[in-house]
């Protein structure tokens, strides 16, 4: 019995040393323990952070349209006959009434001869009726003539002056038409080329082909569609109110010409939902040429407060916007928003952000929300962010 005791005894005593020997090892391993986990966590990411841009903007709409003359014109031939002269050079601008083309005037120079030769007839026939006339009325007052002769007097006379009437208006006709054979510019403007030569016969009418072509270039139009949101918010309006446009061609980024709303179309297109407009500007330089693509933007609206992003910083969740954000922590946070207009390069956010937000510009690839950050500071700008750092 005695044998059996000393032996549990000895047995309680290994399982305390052993049991204290595990919880030393336990404790004195613990500090590597977490030295390991904490060399094992990812670095902070380096990331290009700017502040939202806060501004006071007006809000516009952008569409694509179309340049167009105010006058466009086909020079045509009023009379027949030959290209004696072609006055202009291709492309050339020339002023309302300049000459351009002209046709042989002798025949209708002839037939304005014969005319006022028919008119000096006419009204020398004229000047004896009258005054054979005038004796005839004498004679009956005195019954020295008779009715019938009265009669035949009076009617001469009438014919007399109906006859210069008639000589007069066939010498007014060859007028016109000898000034037909000098064919002027209607409006002043850029000419295209001679699509007709000297030497060649032409001839009016239905068929009468086309000599060369005027088109008017200061001021001129920009039409375009806009939507009917646009059209009730910005067009719908008193006739006096004056709509600012401006335009951009398609070597622009920006909208270089200003010009205002001309006129908006009578009815909407309902298959479209848009409605015709058209915008007046100015074009003294002749850089804006008929048929040349525009961006336009109408613009409209009371100025107020808004915040701005670049396009870069938003990103996409299936049908969400969202933009990353670092806190006062250095931490990222996830942020969805709504997106409005573009302006000046960046874009209009409507909700979500305020101002003094951070967003992260560059480096969006490589956080995630929660992560913590070096956040490096720079300026927001259109197209991509400045690597300039902010001060």
């Known amino acids: 019995m005695p044998s059996k005791r000393r032996l549990v005894a000895a047995s309680a005593v290994f399982l305390v040393v052993v049991a204290g020997t595990a919880a030393t090892y336990h404790v004195r391993g613990s500090a590597p323990l977490s030295e390991a986990a904490a060399a094992a966590a990812p670095p902070a990411a380096d990331v290009d952070v700017a502040p939202v841009v806060s501004q006071t903007i007006t809000d516009y709409q952008a569409y694509s349209g179309r340049i167009e003359a105010i006058n466009n014109v086909e020079i045509r031939p009023l009379v027949s006959g030959t290209i004696v002269a072609v006055h202009f050079h291709d492309g050339a601008m020339v002023r309302k009434g300049d000459l351009l083309v002209t046709i042989d005037p002798r025949p209708y120079q002839a037939e304005v001869d014969r005319a006022a030769a028919q008119l000096a007839s006419a009204e020398s026939r004229n000047g004896y009726a009258t005054a054979d006339w005038a004796r005839a009325q004498r004679l009956l007052t005195d019954n020295a003539i008779a009715k ?18 008639a000589a007069k208006a066939a010498l007014e ?48 139009y920009a039409s375009f569609d806009v939507d009917e949101q646009t059209y009730l918010r910005f067009l719908s309006r008193d006739s006096k109110v004056t709509v600012p446009v401006s335009v951009g061609l398609a070597n622009e980024t920006g909208y270089s010409r200003q010009g205002v709303i001309d006129s908006v179309d009578n009815r909407l297109d309902t298959s479209s939902g848009t409605i015709r407009v058209r915008a007046r500007f100015d074009n003294e330089d002749g850089v804006l040429v008929p048929g040349l693509y525009v961006r336009a933007r109408v613009g409209g609206g009371v100025p107020h407060q808004a915040v701005l992003v670049n396009d870069a910083a938003i990103q996409t969740d299936q049908d969400k916007k969202f933009v990353l954000l670092v806190d006062t922590e250095n931490k990222v946070r996830y942020r969805e928003v709504k997106l409005g207009d ?19 510009v560059n480096g969006i690839q490589r956080v995630r929300p929660g992560d913590p950050v070096k956040p490096n500071p720079v300026q927001m700008s259109g197209g991509t962010a400045s690597t300039t750092r902010a001060s």
């Open 342 to 360: 573009q302006h000046q390069g960046l874009r209009v956010i409507t909700g979500g952000l305020q101002p003094g937000d951070r967003v992260v």
């Open 173 to 220: 006709a060859a007028q016109i038409n000898l000034g037909y054979t000098a064919i002027t510019a209607p409006v002043s403007g850029r000419v295209s080329r001679a699509e007709l030569t000297v030497g060649n016969i032409v001839s009016p009418g239905a068929t009468a082909p086309v000599l060369t072509t005027l088109v008017s270039t200061s001021p001129i």
């Open 148 to 165: 019938r002769d009265y009669d035949q007097a009076q009617n001469a006379n009438r014919e007399a002056v109906a006859a210069v009437k």
